[in-house]
């Protein structure tokens, strides 16, 4: 399963940007996705997930109300709409899947497949 996050770029805090993570899969509606962020210096966090259907969510605290993680299962793609950007939300953003799991993971080694990261840079 290949994994293709896109979208990442430039903007001004309190500026808005949509990521896209595409799969592969065939079975696209029974992985769970995962967005994780890594700031330079820093290690990887957890931003949010999303469950097979769409409908539940997981976000990490200091995303919650500004980011929603959403998908779209016909076009194997999902969504991170990030508003009410900060400069400590410059990253490279990441999108992971798991095959067939229950519950919701914020764990990244927990997850089977990786994309390659996009970067996201967030001016003041």
């Known amino acids: 399963v290949q994994l293709q996050a896109s979208g990442g770029g430039l903007v001004q805090a309190g500026g808005s940007l949509r990521l896209s993570c595409v799969t592969s899969?065939?079975?696209?509606?029974?992985?769970?996705i995962g967005w994780f962020r890594q700031a330079p210096g820093k290690e990887r966090v957890f931003v949010g997930s999303i469950n097979r259907s769409g409908s539940t969510t997981l976000y990490n605290d200091s995303v919650k109300g500004r980011f929603t993680v959403s998908r779209d299962n016909a076009k194997n793609t999902v969504y991170l709409q990030m508003n009410s950007l900060k400069p400590e939300d410059t990253a490279v953003y990441y999108c992971?899947?798991?095959?067939?799991?229950?519950?919701?993971?914020?764990?990244?080694?927990?997850?089977?497949?990786y994309g390659q990261g996009t970067l996201v840079t967030v001016s003041s």
């Open positions: 899969a065939h079975t696209f509606s029974r992985y769970i």
């Open positions: 992971a899947a798991a095959f067939d799991r229950a519950f919701l993971d914020d764990i990244y080694v927990e997850y089977d497949y």
